[in-house]
C-alpha cells in the first residue's frame, strides 16, 4: 500500500490470505493530518505516471484602438466697450435739471376717545350704633355634657378597732348558678371595730380593700373556674396598711359581700 502523502501508513501491506474472492478489507492508520490517496500493487507492478498538467497557450496582448481626436474648441471673443466721450463743461450746462417735486400729506386730527360716564359713588349708610345694640343677638345651645358614670361601691362595713385584718388564704367554690370566693382570716374576730371593708367595681374586675388589711399569702393559688380569670392579694402602695383582694372576671356579674367570724365571703351570680 502506498500513499501520495507524507506520513507513514500501517499495515504497508496486505497478505495473500486475506482476500477472498479477490476482494480484501484491512484496517490501517495513518500518522499525520493531510490529504492523500491509498494505491495497491503488487510486487514489480508499476505505477501509472501521473498526466501532466495542460499548458496554457500563449496569449497576445492586444493593441489599444486608435483613439479619435478630439475636435478643436472655437475661440470665444470678449466684445470691445467703447469708452463714453468727455462732456464739455458748456454742454452739462445746458442740460435741464428737473425740479424735485414734494409731495404733503394732508395733516390728519387726532380724534379722543369717549370718555365713560362715571357713576356717582353712593355712599352706605352706616346703622346707628343704638340700632345695632337693640338687634337680636344668637342665643348659644348649651353644650350636651357627657354623663360620669362613677364606679359602683358598696356601703362600707361598719369599722372595727384592733389588728389588722390576716389574710391567711383564699378558697372558691363554683356551682352553675353561683360562684363563692372565701377570704380566710383567722383574727377577724379578734381586729375589733377598727377595720372596714369596701368593695368596687372597675369593668371586668370586683375590687375589695381592707383596712388596715396585711396579706400572708406566701403565694397566689390557682384556681379552674369558667367565671374567674384571676385572684391576686396586695398591700395598697398608696395608702399604706390597706390590703387590697382584685377578682378579675370572663364577664361582668352581680355580687354580694358577707363577713364571718374568720372569712369575708364574696358571692358571684352568674
Known amino acids: 500500500l502506498r500513499t501520495t502523502g507524507k506520513g507513514d501508513l500501517v499495515p504497508a501491506r496486505i497478505k ?3 482476500f477472498v474472492n479477490g476482494t480484501a478489507v484491512a484496517e490501517v492508520q495513518y500518522n499525520r493530518p493531510d490529504n492523500f490517496t491509498i494505491t495497491a500493487t503488487t510486487p514489480g507492478m508499476k505505477l501509472p505516471e501521473p498526466p501532466a498538467p495542460p499548458v496554457a497557450a500563449a496569449v497576445k496582448p492586444e493593441k489599444p484602438a486608435p483613439q479619435a481626436k478630439a475636435a478643436p474648441t472655437p475661440e470665444i471673443r470678449k466684445p470691445e466697450l467703447k469708452k463714453p466721450e468727455p ?3 458748456a454742454a452739462a450746462a445746458a442740460v435741464p435739471v428737473p425740479e424735485p417735486k414734494v409731495a404733503f ?3 390728519v386730527k387726532e380724534e379722543k376717545a369717549p370718555v365713560a360716564a362715571q357713576k ?3 355712599q352706605k349708610k352706616e346703622k346707628p350704633a343704638e ?3 337693640l338687634a337680636p343677638k344668637p342665643v348659644e345651645k348649651p353644650k350636651a355634657e357627657k354623663p360620669v358614670v362613677e364606679p359602683k361601691k358598696e356601703p362600707k362595713v361598719a369599722a372595727r378597732k384592733g ?3 390576716e389574710i391567711a388564704s383564699l378558697s372558691l367554690i363554683e356551682t352553675e348558678e353561683k360562684t363563692l370566693i372565701l377570704i380566710h382570716a383567722p383574727n377577724l374576730a379578734e381586729t375589733g371595730a377598727g377595720a372596714q371593708t369596701s368593695v368596687e367595681t372597675a369593668g371586668d374586675k370586683v375590687i375589695l380593700k381592707i383596712r388596715p388589711g396585711m396579706n400572708r399569702l406566701e403565694k ?3 384556681f379552674d373556674s369558667a367565671y374567674v380569670k384571676k385572684i391576686t392579694v396586695e398591700e395598697d402602695k ?3 396598711g390597706t390590703a387590697i383582694v382584685k377578682v378579675e372576671l370572663t364577664k361582668p356579674v352581680q355580687y354580694q359581700l358577707k363577713e364571718g367570724k374568720t372569712s369575708i365571703v364574696l358571692t358571684l351570680t352568674h
Open 16 to 18: 495473500s490470505s486475506d
Open 87 to 89: 462732456v464739455s463743461p
Open 105 to 107: 400729506a394732508p395733516a
Open 120 to 122: 356717582p359713588e353712593v
Open 131 to 133: 340700632v345695632a345694640a
Open 163 to 165: 389588728k389588722p385584718v
Open 220 to 222: 397566689m393559688p390557682q
Open 238 to 240: 398608696q395608702e399604706k
